[in-house]
């Protein structure tokens, strides 16, 4: 069996929603208290408290600070340092100095490399809003120790929970307009709107800020995939409330379940992307490295469809199948090494056979080969390189190694099924 995590966020995320659910799904208080000790974080309290929304029992936190023991800060206040400007040094804190705060604690390595990852990716959203380098974004004092607290926090959760998938829902981001440091703007704030690129949104459920860049930064860092429909066996439900008030519950839901993993029975799935091309004025030599190129910084699938274009101009369409983090990477790629002035995309769902590498001994020699199952589907496949390498040290003919070779895989795994 598989452990499930999932996040409904038909009323958005924040940092303290986030960390408020993942108490009430189970995760100790004290445990949580505890691992955050190790951070060394000073002159902060976590209130954790139950309360009643619309009729939802659920948990809120609270990350309090010394002199704004009367007030919390929901959302992320972050700013940059101008020089212009007259601050004092100690009223920021900047992410390097937050990432090797984090580094230098005792926490776990895992529970460090989410933290981090978390950060950076809230850092270089911020940073591309206002055009800094990740490393020079600097959050305000109050915001800082508060994110500290949701993300380090989220990261020990998470760790403590051990999913091994972590789904999601598409994300309600709110409507209206929220303040932040440089001025008011609409609903999601620009840095949340950075981190929800290529997720799956939806707009105007609530009338507020229904995701904070924190919340949007968890997700963006955690989530193994997004989606509507999913089939699980959920075993606990937890509500983690937020601050918002309008009819429909401001609390973010998240269960805690498991999903068959046995005999072969689930396919993968998860969701990519597509970015596609028509070429007619490139030399033909160039394809070649390419998808080389296209291969080397990450893309899942690299094809070439000829077609025809106005004209009738023969050309090629370059199709690459990639990951969403890897999509800036694809197209800058497409945009410097090909003749191409623009790219299209769109998302795709890919449900795909389980698949593992195991070595088996045969006749002729040890032969890596890919297993593959799902949906009581089972295949073998030899590795091809491992197929040549036996047909030339024994001079043997290529089909005739790859057809015994098959034979011995295919009858010595199947009776391990």
């Not at 989530?223 to 509500?239: A, C, N, R």
Request: proline share 4%.
């Amino acid at each position: 069996m598989k452990k499930i995590l999932y996040y409904d966020c038909f009323a958005g995320i924040s940092g303290d929603m986030h960390l408020a659910a993942m108490i009430d799904i189970g995760v100790p208080e004290d445990y949580l208290r505890q691992e955050l000790e190790k951070l060394a974080l000073k002159d902060y309290d976590l209130q954790v408290s139950k309360v009643v929304t619309h009729g939802i029992s659920s948990t809120r936190v609270q990350v309090v600070l010394g002199e704004h023991k009367d007030q919390k800060t929901f959302q992320l206040n972050q700013t940059l340092r101008h020089g212009q400007e007259a601050v004092h040094e100690h009223s920021f804190r900047s992410f390097a100095e937050i990432r090797d705060m984090i580094t230098r604690s005792t926490l776990s390595d895992h529970v460090k490399s989410l933290s981090i990852g978390i950060f950076e990716r809230l850092a270089i959203a911020e940073g591309k809003v206002h055009n800094r380098p990740a490393d020079q974004v600097h959050f305000h004092e109050v915001g800082a120790v508060d994110s500290i607290v949701d993300i380090v926090g989220a990261a020990i959760c998470i760790d403590y929970l051990k999913p091994d998938r972590i789904i999601a829902s598409p994300v309600e981001v709110g409507s209206g307009m929220v303040k932040c440091m440089h001025g008011t703007y609409p609903v999601p704030a620009p840095a949340t709107a950075e981190l929800l690129q290529r997720i799956p949104i939806t707009l105007g459920k609530v009338p507020f800020e229904a995701t904070t860049p924190t919340g949007a930064a968890i997700l963006a860092t955690v989530v193994d995939e997004f989606q509507k429909l999913i089939s699980f066996t959920p075993l606990k439900v937890g509500y983690g409330a937020g601050s918002g008030d309008s009819d429909i519950p401001n609390v973010l839901r998240i269960v805690l379940g498991e999903s068959e993993d046995k005999n072969h029975n689930v396919l993968r799935h998860e969701q990519a992307m597509i970015i596609e091309c028509n070429i007619d004025d490139m030399n033909p030599e160039l394809y070649d490295y390419v998808v080389n190129r296209l291969f080397e910084a990450g893309a899942q699938d690299v094809f070439l469809t000829p077609i025809v274009m106005k004209k009738m101009r023969s050309a090629q369409k370059i199709s690459v199948l990639c990951s969403r983090d890897t999509f800036d990477a694809m197209t800058k790629i497409l945009m410097q090494e090909t003749t191409t002035l623009g790219v299209r995309s769109y998302c795709v769902d890919k449900w795909m056979l389980q698949r593992e590498m195991v070595v088996v001994e045969t006749s002729l020699g040890k032969v890596r080969v890919k297993k593959s199952y799902g949906s009581e589907i089972v295949k073998f496949k030899a590795e091809y390189d491992d197929c040549i390498e036996i047909a030339r040290k024994q001079n043997r003919p290529l089909p005739e190694v790859m057809h015994i070779v098959q034979q011995e895989v295919a009858e010595k795994l199947s009776r391990l099924l």
